[in-house]
């Protein structure tokens, strides 16, 4: 995934969030993932779960990571 792939979905918004990196302008950070998958989640749970994020929003907050 490019760095240009990866700004489309991870966004550093100063009024958002308190400036964390969000994933496509929505108010889920990218500690929010980092902490679903710390409990446990696998990518397939995740997007079970979170019908709004997409295989890319995980890879690209993988790779910004």
């Known amino acids: ?4 792939d990866i700004a ?16 496509r302008g929505m ?3 990218v500690d929010n993932l980092w ?4 409990s446990g989640m696998n990518d397939r749970e995740i997007l079970d779960n979170f019908p709004y994020f997409t295989q890319q929003d995980i890879l ?6």
């Open 1 to 4: 995934m490019s760095k240009q």
């Open 8 to 23: 489309k979905i991870v966004k550093l918004e100063p009024g958002k969030r308190c400036g964390k990196p969000c994933i």
């Open 27 to 29: 108010r889920i950070t």
């Open 35 to 38: 902490e679903y998958l710390a």
């Open 60 to 65: 690209a907050y993988l790779s910004f990571s």
